[in-house]
């Protein structure tokens, strides 16, 4: 089973460089932001299947605090969207 674990572990990490892509080209900021919460989630699974391959039971506090800090970032992006008036929204790159 343990094999199993660090198999998904690795096309987890995988999925995380497509999202790298999306980062990097995205047409919008809410792209960018979706692909930075595809990170945190990934990260998330990442951590607790290598934790439960290696039989480390510290990983589940990291995953909680990489979930908690995935919650404040997309938080945190919203409020400064709302800022930004509509009409400059579509200016930007």
Same mark, same amino acid.
């Given at each position: 089973?343990? =094999?199993?674990?660090?198999?998904?572990?690795?096309?987890?990490?995988?999925?995380?460089?497509? @999202?790298l892509w999306r !980062?990097?080209?995205?047409?919008?900021?809410? =792209? #960018?932001?979706?692909?930075? &919460?595809?990170? @945190?989630?990934? @990260?998330? $699974?990442?951590?607790?299947?290598?934790? *439960? $391959?290696? =039989? &480390? @039971? *510290?990983? !589940?506090?990291?995953?909680?605090?990489?979930?908690?800090?995935?919650?404040?970032?997309?938080? $945190?992006?919203? #409020?400064? $969207?709302? #800022?930004?008036?509509?009409?400059?929204?579509? #200016?930007?790159?």
């Open positions: 089973m343990t =094999d199993f674990y660090l198999a998904v572990a690795a096309f987890l990490l995988l999925t995380i460089l497509l @999202g !980062v990097l080209r995205g047409p919008a900021p809410a =792209d #960018r932001m979706m692909a930075a &919460q595809l990170f @945190g989630t990934t @990260g998330l $699974a990442t951590v607790l299947l290598l934790g *439960a $391959a290696s =039989d &480390q @039971g *510290a990983a !589940v506090d990291i995953a909680l605090t990489f979930a908690l800090l995935a919650a404040l970032s997309s938080v $945190a992006f919203v #409020r400064c $969207a709302r #800022r930004i008036p509509p009409a400059e929204r579509k #200016r930007r790159p």
